[in-house]
């Protein structure tokens, strides 16, 4: 496989997620899927801005309660549920939103999980997927006892064969910082996985942790690669 090629993208520079996706749609009033929702953080917020989101996640990490309304009028639901059976009909959502998730869809089904996001979704509106990149002080902290590498580089490269499913593809990166007070509050964000403890708390680990060290606390970062892909029918 080969490595995705980054040069000729936009950087947008640090940015939240949801402020970056708002680059590519109009949140107020729309309607969207969130696939791979996880703990149900960006939907919430997708909610808080206004949007309708169906989020799902096969490992889901939040009760199924509601969302909302907000004061936005948004809302947000939650379900048990995979990328290749959407709880949506046929050209209903105005986007399908991978955050963080296209490479935790099995490699073998990555392009059907692309086809049934773009069954959803109307025509003119958007399949956007978000993937963290394989570089910055995030991934040197992380790579030691959570190494990606191989399952984000097919998720890139379902995304190249994507290509011909969709009207047009936009391509840009942002970046993200990840703020730690210390180690502990590090070694948190991981208790929902399946770690040992002696791997998070590893001499490569640690020491990388504390080369993130500023006046700001420990600054881990990375960017984000987005594709953007427009939905025809």
Do not use: W
């Not at 997620?17 to 960006?42: N, Y």
């Amino acid at each position: 496989m080969d490595t995705a090629d980054t040069t000729a993208q936009r950087s947008l520079g640090l940015m939240d997620d949801i402020d970056a996706f708002a680059t590519q749609l109009d949140i107020p009033g729309s309607v969207l899927i969130d696939i791979g929702c996880g703990d149900g953080g960006p939907a919430t917020k997708l909610a808080d801005r206004g949007a309708t989101v169906t989020a799902l996640d096969p490992d889901l990490r939040r009760s199924i309660e509601p969302y909302g309304p907000t004061d936005a009028g948004g809302t947000a639901t939650f379900q048990i549920g995979t990328a290749l059976d959407l709880p949506m009909d046929d050209n209903s959502a105005d986007a399908a939103l991978f955050i963080y998730s296209m490479h935790h869809v099995p490699v073998e089904s990555m392009d059907a999980a692309l086809s049934e996001a773009k069954r959803v979704v109307k025509s003119g509106g958007l399949v956007y997927v978000a993937e963290p990149g394989l570089t910055g002080s995030s991934e040197e902290v992380s790579k030691p006892f959570h190494d990606e590498t191989p399952v984000r580089l097919a998720a890139q490269d379902a995304l190249n064969r994507a290509d011909g499913l969709f009207l047009a593809r936009r391509r840009f990166i942002y970046d993200v910082e990840h703020i730690y007070t210390d180690f502990e509050e590090f070694i948190k964000d991981y208790a929902h996985y399946d770690f040992s403890d002696s791997d998070l708390r590893s001499p490569a680990v640690v020491n990388a942790f504390e080369k993130c060290k500023t006046d700001r606390g420990y600054v881990l970062g990375q960017p984000i690669l987005v594709d953007a892909f427009k939905v025809s029918k």
